[in-house]
């Protein structure tokens, strides 16, 4: 592998990660965990129609309360 190519992988790997984790890993975390689990609740047809947006909701409420918290 020539440096080039290891310096541009180095660079790709730095910007996927700096575009979806960022500052907030644990966003990145939670965006997996729902991900999957709307894939293992996918054969149930009720269930993930609301399971999934109060997840998703609790997240951002969650999120928005640490930032408030470190803030101060």
Not at 40 to 57: D, N
Not at 63 to 68: D, E, L
Request: charged fraction near 15%; hydrophobic fraction near 65%; aromatic fraction near 10%.
């Amino acid at each position: 592998m020539t440096a080039a190519l290891a310096r541009g992988l180095r660079a790709f790997g730095r910007f996927w990660w700096d575009f979806l984790v960022g500052d907030t890993p644990e966003l990145f975390v939670v965006t997996l965990v729902v991900v999957g689990i709307a894939f293992a609740l996918s054969g149930l047809h009720l269930l993930p129609v609301i399971v999934i947006p109060g997840l998703v909701a609790l997240a951002v409420v969650v999120s928005a309360a640490r930032g408030r918290v470190a803030r101060r």
